[in-house]
């Protein structure tokens, strides 16, 4: 039996080009492309700023997890995840049996691209200082499920896309 599954999956911190890079990529590949950011936000009817202030991350982290299993075995495009979702050990194993490309950037780049977006919740304040915890804790995770790795540093967005199709085969 063959089942539905999203042609890739791209994971890396905020500021890393996911939602970005995964649009340009299903437009090149003709196919969808989901984010499962938006997925949790269309699901509750909230932004997931107000899903974090008004019911905290524990909750929207559990909502993240869900749409993340579910965009996994129902998605036959390009899937972008959450910068976080990787935190979760479930959607870990998940991905183990998934194509998964992992965009890398620095800590001042990241810092460069999020700006002062505010639609970070965790990066309110000292983006900075929060970006460098939450790259320094994660890396090991993205690293863990990545079937290869994309450093974005000094590309643009086009030219990640061309990397992963590269990687890829296509
Ligand atoms: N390779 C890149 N070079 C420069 N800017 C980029 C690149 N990839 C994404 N961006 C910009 O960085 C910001 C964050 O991108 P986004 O796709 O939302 O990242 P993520 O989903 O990983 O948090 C956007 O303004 C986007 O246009
Ligand atoms: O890193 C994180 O914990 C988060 C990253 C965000 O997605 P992007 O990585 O697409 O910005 C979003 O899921 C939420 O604000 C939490
Ligand atoms: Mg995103």
Known sequence: MTS????VVVVGPPGSGKTTVAELLAARLGVAVRDTDQDV???E???????????GEPVFRELEAAAVAEALSTHDGVLALGG???????????LADHTVA?????????????GMNTGRP????NIR????????ARRPLYQQVATFTVDTNELT????ADRILAEMGR
Do not use: N, Y
């Open 41 to 43: 936000e269309a699901a």
């Open 157 to 160: 967005p086009d030219q990640v």
């Open 84 to 94: 976080g979702a990787v935190i979760d050990e479930r959607t870990r194993a998940l």
């Open 4 to 7: 539905t599954r999203p042609v």
């Open 102 to 114: 992992h965009l890398d950037v620095s800590l001042a780049g990241a810092a460069a691209r999020v």
């Open 129 to 136: 200082g929060q970006l460098k915890k939450l790259m320094d």
């Open 122 to 125: 965790l990066l309110m304040g």
């Open 45 to 55: 009817g909230e932004s997931i700023q107000d899903i974090f202030v008004g019911r």
